[in-house]
C-alpha cells in the first residue's frame, strides 16, 4: 500500500484503549430488507452506545493521550456527534471540554453536549465557520484543538470497525460507507484494503454536500460555497487535503445520492429493521436504493453510523417520503 497516515499496527492497539462499550457493535445480516434492496445487506451499527454514534472510538484515543499528557483543555467543532463523543470521553477523564457548533443543528444534538458537562458555543453559521471559531479558541487560550478527520487518533479509532468487519464476516463484495470529513471512510477502507482487498470499499455522501466527492474525482482539494442536505454530520464544505489524498488510497468509488433516497433509507431502515437513524446512516441503504442493478447478487455490508436525531424532523421525514425506485 502507498504512503497513509494510518498504520494497522496502532488500530490493533487502539482497541486495548477504547472503553468496551464502543467495541464490537452488532453486527449482522438483515433479510428483511433483501426483498427491496435486491442484494444480501449486512449492517453493522454504531448505535448501541452512550453517544449514539461511532464517534466515541476515536475521541477515547484522543481524551487518553490528552490525560497522559497531562492536558486538561480541549475544544473541537462538531455537527453534533463528535462534540457528544469528546464530552462523554472527556468526562471519564477530567477533561475542560468545549464545543463549537452551528445553532441551526439539531437540537437532540446540542442539548445531549451541554448534558454530558462540555462548554458549548454556537455560531451563526454552518460546520466549516464552527471550524474556524474553534481554531481561534484554541489559539487564544492555548489549548488542544481537536480536529476530526485531520487528527489521525480519530480515523484510526474509526478503523477498529473495519478489523471487526474483517474478523466477524465469512464474506461481504462490497462496505458501504457514509462520507463527510472522512475519519469513517478512510479509517474503515484502510483496513479492508489492508485484510481483505478484494472488497470494493464505496463512499456515499449526499448530493446537497459534495465537496469531498468532487475532491476524490478530481484528486485535489475542491471547496464548495455551500452545503443542502438533512444529512448533517456529513455536511462539510472544505475537505481536508491529508484527508483526501488517505481517501484516494482506499475507496474504489464515491457517489453522491438524493435527498428523496436519503430519506427512504431512513424509512426502510424503520421498517424493515427497527432502526431510528440520522439521514448520515442511511446513505449505504439510499446508494442501493439508487442502483440496484449494481449491487444485485453481492453480499453489501453498511455502516449505520449514528441515531442522533430530531425526532420532529425525523417524522416529518419518514412519515411523507416518497419511495425511491432504481
Avoid at 45 to 55: G, I, Y
Wanted: glycine content about 10%.
Amino acid at each position: 500500500m502507498q504512503e497513509t497516515r494510518l498504520d494497522l499496527a496502532r488500530i490493533r492497539a487502539a482497541c486495548r484503549v477504547i472503553d468496551p462499550i464502543f467495541l464490537d457493535t452488532p453486527f449482522y445480516r438483515c433479510e428483511a430488507l433483501e426483498p427491496d434492496l435486491g442484494c444480501t445487506v449486512s449492517i453493522k451499527l454504531e448505535t448501541a452506545n452512550p453517544v449514539r454514534s461511532f464517534k466515541g472510538r476515536g475521541t477515547e484515543l484522543v481524551a487518553s493521550l490528552l490525560a497522559e499528557n497531562g492536558r486538561r483543555a480541549v475544544v473541537c467543532a462538531s455537527a453534533g456527534n463528535l462534540g457528544q463523543a469528546l464530552a462523554w470521553s472527556g468526562r471519564g477523564r477530567g477533561l475542560d471540554v468545549t464545543v463549537v457548533a452551528s445553532r441551526f443543528a439539531p437540537a437532540a444534538k446540542l442539548d445531549r453536549i451541554r448534558a454530558l458537562g462540555a462548554r458549548l458555543e454556537l455560531v451563526d453559521g454552518d460546520f466549516d465557520m464552527a471550524r474556524e471559531r474553534a481554531a481561534a479558541i484554541a489559539r487564544h487560550h492555548g489549548i488542544r484543538l481537536v480536529e476530526d478527520s485531520l487528527d489521525i487518533e480519530t480515523c484510526e479509532g474509526a478503523a477498529t470497525i473495519g478489523l471487526e468487519l474483517v474478523d466477524a464476516a465469512p464474506s461481504f463484495d462490497t462496505v458501504l460507507i457514509a462520507l463527510g470529513g472522512g475519519a469513517m471512510a478512510t479509517g474503515v477502507g484502510h483496513v479492508v484494503k489492508a485484510l481483505a482487498p478484494g472488497v470494493e470499499v464505496i463512499c456515499v455522501q449526499p448530493l446537497g454536500a459534495p465537496a469531498m466527492t468532487l475532491s476524490w474525482r478530481e484528486r485535489r482539494v475542491v471547496t464548495t460555497d455551500s452545503t443542502d442536505t438533512i444529512a448533517d454530520g456529513v455536511a462539510g464544505r472544505r475537505p481536508i487535503p491529508a484527508v483526501l489524498d488517505d481517501l484516494l488510497l482506499v475507496a474504489d468509488d464515491v457517489v453522491l445520492v438524493q435527498e428523496a433516497s436519503i430519506i427512504a433509507g431512513m424509512r426502510a431502515l424503520l421498517d424493515h429493521a427497527g432502526l431510528v437513524v440520522e439521514p448520515s446512516a442511511a446513505l449505504g441503504i439510499a446508494a442501493i436504493l439508487e442502483d440496484r442493478d449494481r449491487f444485485a447478487g453481492r453480499h453489501v455490508v453498511t455502516v449505520v453510523c449514528g441515531s442522533n436525531v430530531d425526532m420532529d424532523a425525523y417524522h416529518g421525514w419518514v412519515g411523507t417520503a416518497p419511495t425511491v425506485r432504481g
